[in-house]
């Protein structure tokens, strides 16, 4: 079973959750698209070994093994460019393809619920994978993750979650606080999957 990550990407606290919890499913046999993770996979050692061989960062900058995430955070910082690295660009276009081709390869999609609402980009690819549901009947559904305690107070109100977002969701998923039972639905899916 494939699935798409979806959730906010712009701290290294929500980018490593993410990356944990996907490298659970992949433990599980689910096959996980995450979106940061694919831009990662540009960055090589060679690449790494090029940049501190020309004196642009130091090998003490990095941690002992390779980990593109530590880079990109240097990339992020813009203690390098990602020209230097040579990474594709991050434009609109680029982040709309690659993400749409995650969620088209999708049979579900996890999303990350967490803050005050629902993040923008996050949204967009709830409302993306619906419209796919409802042409496929090999895309599961929705499964919404709230951790977040201003969240998880309302958990009897649909977990504070607008109610657009909220109405989606429940139409062919859940929400749950719980990654065990995310594990358990995809698992459920799946066996469905592999019955049709």
């Not at 606290?13 to 979106?35: E, T």
């Not at 093994?65 to 040579?86: N, W, Y």
């Not at 690659?98 to 949204?123: F, M, R």
């Not at 719980?178 to 999957?193: G, H, M, N, P």
Request: proline letters at 5%.
């Amino acid at each position: 079973m494939k699935i798409y990550f979806a959730g906010p990407l712009f701290t290294p606290y929500v980018r490593d959750f993410i990356s944990k919890h996907a490298q659970i499913l992949r433990d599980n046999g689910i096959d996980p698209f995450v979106p940061h993770e694919r831009f990662n996979s540009f960055i090589t050692p060679s690449k790494v070994d090029a940049l501190i061989e020309a004196g642009l960062i130091g090998r003490e900058e990095l941690p002992e093994k390779f980990d593109p995430e530590a880079v990109m955070g240097l990339v992020r910082s813009g203690r390098i460019t990602r020209e230097q690295l040579d990474l594709p660009a991050i434009n609109p276009q680029v982040i709309f393809d690659t993400d749409y081709e995650g969620l088209a390869s999708a049979n579900a999609v996890i999303a990350i619920l967490d803050g005050t609402q629902v993040d923008d980009g996050t949204a967009c690819e709830i409302g993306i994978f619906y419209g796919l549901t409802l042409q496929d009947p090999a895309r599961k559904g929705i499964i919404g993750l709230m951790t977040d305690s201003r969240g998880l107070k309302k958990k009897d109100h649909g977990f504070g979650v607008n109610l657009f977002v909220l109405g989606v969701i429940e139409e062919c998923g859940k929400i749950t606080d719980s990654f065990d039972e995310v594990i358990r639905q995809l698992k459920t899916w799946d066996a469905e999957l592999k019955e049709s």
